[in-house]
């Protein structure tokens, strides 16, 4: 299963590669990502003052030096950054942790993750004496056992030639009578299951806690008229090809569908599921506290959350970022004020309790 | 009795690296299953209470069948052709069973879903014949994942079944043409019941093998198609549940040595794994 990081950095290559960003722009979104990667595969850290950042994608390192590192760097003298692209999911980070040999300093991770890491003793929790909880637009990114510096959402998608009355919400995604045709969903209960909820009427404002048998059965409703996305570029193909007519996809990969089609895939903002991009630092890590540091300084500095935005459209999170945003790239925002207030921030604690459980059955409820 | 002995220690490395290297690691994973979330048999519990692992289990057996079932009768014919041709043909209908071996399965996966998607090649023609008035579902279904493992394990079928063909004496069939047998009883009464021990070893190796397949129904399942293989990833990397992960895992280790123990009665194992000519 494809991350929302890993998907980033393929579609930064895929634009490099098609001429459209030039390398500068790839070199420095990539390293807004974190998504670097030191010569010769894993990194390790050579000294202790090394940090070691770990990605979702397989990349060279250069960018990340010039954008975040140097800067880190510039600030306290001796501390270099690394970057590891082995992809940081839950079990490898526990399987790490509990070898008693933590490499790692600072993983691309999730809301949902980062709780089911930090209540299992894998996770150490964020200093909030050294990261600002200010430096985030709200408390759904700045998490006990994790902080996010970029975020992303979750939003309806539609193919335009088909419908001439546009679907608005996610009541009318589930209703087949009035826009009929195949629906597309990623293989994940986040996020999914609150598009279920909402189009069970639940108002958007008091969404949580999820009824969790009801929206799963509502996922199943559709189940025969829908087909499952499990990473960026396949959800993408699906709504290129005219597989599926309506779908619930990552906001990056619906602006480029937007824009490759001239339009005639449009996303809606409407009830979007909004999602902190989460780092974690696994217990006992080298760096110990310096990690904090970095992430503090990733969370702190708005300019390179823009560039990032620029380059692909994952969302700033600092408070002062949206105002830097240049007007054209403003509605690819989903942290520009006007989407957000129109969408749902992902509630990571709930998830936390709840992601296990609804995971398993959302995967029996599609594979049934 | 001493020279026995004497044969049996120069093995010891071998067994001993196998045991430290391999086997000891693969046990430890396995034993996850028994020590997580807590000491017991709760995660095997499961098995018997849990219907979504049921269905995992009844998914992949199924699909196993299925696959095993249509590989070996595509595979059967093939290798019946292969068998009866002249030695030059011979090579060509070879190289071409092998030759789809040597493409990744990424690749083959991909490729089904170009030919049967609604806008595939294989949809276009049969509207542009006017066949069909709308597209077929072939794929993002269990169909799909049938086609694309029946493709991938054709030449594994196509094989061992080949092998034990060759050994039939040619004059048997001769013999039973000359007593006045007809065309269908050579085959049914002669060819077939001298192949079967090839078709057994063929079956046994293609339904090991579909057991463990993970990609092909990934890309080919459309999320709806869920196996082992992945159900085991979902479990270990992205819900930290490998208690669960290491119980199937396991049941699924001892349901391919259980396959390979009642069949080894039948069919020789060791010729079939390539250990002797």
Not at chain 2, 49 to 61: D, E, H
Request: glycine share 10%; aromatic share 8%; net charge positive.
């Amino acid at each position: 299963m494809q991350t929302f990081q890993q998907d980033c950095v393929e579609l930064a290559w895929q634009q490099y590669r098609r001429g459209k960003v030039g390398r500068r722009t790839l070199m420095a979104g990539l390293a807004a990502l974190g998504a670097t990667v030191m010569p010769g595969g894993q990194a390790e850290a050579q000294a202790a003052r090394d940090l070691v950042m770990v990605n979702w994608g397989g990349l060279a390192n250069e960018g990340f030096s010039r954008f975040y590192g140097a800067p880190f760097t510039a600030e306290h003298a001796g501390v270099k950054t690394v970057q590891d692209s082995t992809g940081p999911s839950a079990g490898r980070i526990r399987s790490m942790v509990e070898s008693g040999r933590t490499t790692w300093d600072l993983c691309d991770s999730s809301a949902s993750s980062s709780i089911v890491l930090g209540r299992a003793n894998l996770a150490t929790k964020i200093d909030y004496s050294i990261v600002n909880r200010a430096d985030v637009i709200g408390p759904g990114f700045a998490l006990e056992w994790g902080a996010a510096p970029y975020s992303f959402s979750s939003v309806l998608v539609y193919d335009s030639a088909k419908f001439p009355t546009p679907p608005q919400n996610w009541a009318d995604f589930w209703d087949l009578r009035r826009f009929p045709g195949t629906r597309l969903l990623r293989k994940d209960a986040v996020a999914v299951l609150e598009a279920a909820q909402m189009s069970l009427g639940r108002a958007p404002a008091s969404l949580y806690p999820l009824d969790l048998p009801a929206s799963l059965k509502r996922v199943g409703e559709i189940r025969r008229n829908s087909v499952y996305w499990a990473n960026g570029s396949e959800s993408e193909q699906f709504m290129r090809t005219g597989e599926a007519v309506m779908g619930q996809i990552w906001h990056t990969r619906a602006k480029v569908l937007e824009q490759e089609t001239n339009g005639r895939i449009k996303a809606v903002w409407n009830q979007g599921i909004l999602q902190p991009g989460i780092f974690v630092i696994p217990r006992g890590n080298p760096g110990g506290e310096m990690a904090q540091r970095l992430l503090a300084s990733m969370l702190a500095r708005p300019e390179p959350q823009v560039g990032l935005l620029e380059f692909l459209g994952n969302g700033p999170t600092n408070p002062k970022a949206a105002a830097l945003v240049p007007a054209a790239l403003k509605r690819f925002n989903p942290t520009d004020p006007p989407n957000a207030t129109v969408q749902v921030v992902v509630n990571g604690e709930w998830w936390g309790d709840n992601y296990q459980n609804a995971n398993a059955e959302m995967m029996d409820t599609i594979s049934g | 009795m001493r020279r026995d002995l004497g044969w049996w220690a120069l093995l010891l490395p071998a067994f001993l690296m196998m045991t430290v290297l391999y086997i000891a690691p693969i046990v430890q994973v396995l034993a996850i299953s028994v020590t997580e979330p807590q000491l017991g048999l709760g995660n095997y519990d499961r098995l018997l209470t849990n219907a979504g692992v049921q269905r995992v289990i009844l998914t992949t057996l199924r699909i196993g069948l299925l696959t095993t079932g249509i590989a070996l009768l595509l595979g059967y014919a093939l290798a019946y052709v292969i068998a009866l041709a002249r030695p030059a043909a011979q090579r060509w209908w070879l190289l071409g069973v092998l030759l789809p071996l040597w493409i990744s399965v990424l690749v083959r996966a991909f490729a089904w879903v170009t030919l049967l998607r609604r806008q595939g090649l294989v949809n276009q023609g049969l509207q542009a014949s006017g066949l069909i008035d709308a597209p077929l579902p072939l794929v993002w279904n269990e169909f799909g994942v049938v086609v694309g493992m029946v493709h991938y394990m054709v030449p594994y079928a196509v094989l061992p079944m080949l092998a034990s063909m060759r050994e039939i004496d040619s004059r048997l069939l001769a013999a039973a043409r000359g007593l006045g047998a007809s065309r269908g009883t050579v085959f049914g009464r002669v060819f077939l019941p001298l192949s079967l021990p090839g078709v057994v070893a063929a079956g046994v190796l293609v339904f090991i093998f579909s057991l463990g397949f993970y990609i092909t129904p990934a890309i080919l399942g459309g999320g709806k198609t869920l196996m082992a293989a992945e159900w085991i990833k979902l479990q270990i990397l992205d819900l930290v549940r490998w208690g669960m992960g290491a119980m199937l895992a396991t049941v699924l280790v001892a349901a391919i040595l259980a396959t390979l123990a009642v069949f080894s009665r039948v069919v020789d194992l060791r010729r079939l794994f390539g250990a002797r000519a």
